[in-house]
Structures are given as C-alpha cells and as structure tokens.
C-alpha cells in the first residue's frame, strides 16, 4: 500500500526527532512545507478532526489543532521543545513569566498561516486566535507530551497546577484575558 503524503511527513518528523539539532531541523522542515507548499499542506491536515493526536511515543508527539475564536488555552508549560506551523488563520501565543508570584505577559506572538513558531520548554504561554477567524495548526513536541508533567497557570495568582495530560487543559471563553 502506497503511503499517503501525512504518512511521509510524520515519518520525517519521526527522523527528525532523533536528529542532531532537532527543533531546528522539525522548524525548518515545517516552514518549508508551509511557505513552499501551503496548498500541500491544506490537503494533508484540512480535512482532519480538529483535535487530534497524530503520533506519539517517546521522541515526538504530533498534533493538528483547530481552535475556534473567542476562546483561549490557558497559559500552560510543554516541558519540551514545541514547534507550531499554521496553515490557516492566526494563532496568537502570549508568553508569561512568574514574578513575584504573579503572571506577568512579557511579549505576545502572532503565528500567521504559512509560518512557524518554535517554544522553548521553559515558556509559559496562553493560545488564542489572533482575529475573528479559527485557526488551524500542526503542533509538533520534542518528547511524549502526553506522559510529560507539565503546568497549568492560575491567571491571578501564577500558581502552577499540575496538568495529568493534554485533556486537562480546556478552552475557556476569551472574556478579559486579553
């Protein structure tokens, strides 16, 4: 059987992985696919679920998120390198610090369609969409993300609150977190 092109691309990020540089080379391979062939790329990922893990194991967790506007992923942790390439509308990540125990923004990135984002593992971020449009995205981490402790932070307070697994981090409506 003839692998399909999200086959061959998961088997890349899978080589990728375990490669000298990897947030680099999983950058680099994203932003080409993205910039040379978003017409590719909207065939390979459009018509997936929204939220839904492509791949994991130890090295590399794969997932396509689609996020509607007017909500926001809480300013959560990965714990490991993350990598984001949108290829519709605009994902808006606000990077936090934890000052004095107090979350405070220190810069906002917008990831428009066709470019990539690279998350350090210590970054503290919220997600939204960066207009009135849903966003769609391939999101890439360096490790098992679902088996990786990782962080949820109080909006208020900074408090950190240990995450069990990707599903404990829910959208919650826009209102003031802006």
């Given at each position: 059987?003839?692998?399909?092109?999200?086959?061959?691309f998961?088997?890349?990020?899978?080589?990728?992985?375990?490669?000298?540089?990897?947030?680099?080379?999983?950058?680099s391979?994203?932003q080409?696919?993205?910039?040379?062939?978003?017409?590719?790329?909207?065939?390979?990922?459009k018509?997936?679920?929204?939220?839904?893990?492509?791949y994991?194991?130890?090295?590399?967790?794969?997932?396509?998120?689609?996020?509607p506007?007017?909500?926001?992923?809480?300013?959560?942790?990965?714990?490991?390198?993350?990598?984001?390439?949108?290829?519709?509308?605009?994902?808006?990540?606000?990077?936090?610090?934890?000052?004095?125990?107090?979350?405070?923004?220190?810069?906002?990135?917008?990831?428009?369609?066709?470019?990539?984002?690279?998350?350090?593992?210590?970054?503290?971020h919220?997600?939204?969409?960066?207009?009135?449009?849903?966003?769609?995205?391939?999101?890439?981490?360096?490790?098992?993300?679902?088996?990786?402790?990782?962080?949820?932070?109080?909006?208020?307070?900074?408090?950190?609150?240990?995450?069990?697994?990707?599903?404990?981090?829910?959208?919650?409506?826009?209102?003031?977190?802006?």
């Amino acid at each position: 059987m003839e692998k399909t092109r999200l086959d061959v691309f998961l088997d890349q990020l899978k080589a990728l992985a375990i490669a000298e540089e990897p947030v680099d080379q999983v950058h680099s391979l994203l932003q080409q696919l993205l910039s040379n062939n978003l017409a590719v790329a909207k065939e390979i990922f459009k018509p997936l679920d929204d939220d839904v893990t492509l791949y994991e194991d130890e090295t590399l967790c794969v997932l396509h998120y689609r996020m509607p506007p007017g909500v926001v992923v809480p300013p959560h942790d990965h714990r490991i390198p993350a990598i984001i390439g949108v290829y519709e509308g605009v994902e808006e990540n606000h990077f936090f610090e934890v000052i004095n125990g107090r979350l405070v923004r220190q810069e906002i990135k917008q990831v428009t369609t066709g470019n990539v984002l690279s998350i350090s593992p210590e970054s503290i971020h919220s997600v939204q969409t960066g207009n009135d449009q849903p966003s769609a995205a391939i999101h890439v981490y360096l490790g098992e993300l679902t088996k990786t402790q990782r962080f949820r932070y109080d909006w208020k307070t900074g408090l950190a609150i240990p995450l069990g697994n990707f599903d404990d981090i829910r959208e919650e409506p826009l209102g003031d977190k802006q």
